[in-house]
């Protein structure tokens, strides 16, 4: 079983394999989550209602987006 013995490696954890993408999470207060990719920051969640499927949608879509306008 995996151990988050810091708050950045339980954030790195529910971007699974996004993180790796580039996308990172920062959490300004307790009101809100943030999602960047790179240093573009991409959403903002209520960290009181983010699921890691949410996030996970978010992700893609951004990745989806960024597909299409290269094109």
């Given at each position: 079983m995996a151990q988050y013995n810091t708050k950045e490696n339980y954030l790195k954890a529910a971007l699974s394999d996004y993180y790796g993408l580039g996308f990172r999470l920062k959490e300004p207060d307790d009101h809100v989550t943030e999602l960047y990719h790179l240093d573009k920051c991409i959403a903002r969640y209520n960290?009181?209602?983010?699921?890691?499927?949410?996030?996970?949608?978010?992700?893609?879509?951004?990745?989806?987006?960024?597909?299409?306008?290269?094109?």
């Open positions: 960290p009181m209602k983010l699921t890691f499927v949410e996030l996970h949608k978010g992700c893609q879509a951004y990745l989806d987006s960024i597909a299409i306008r290269n094109n």
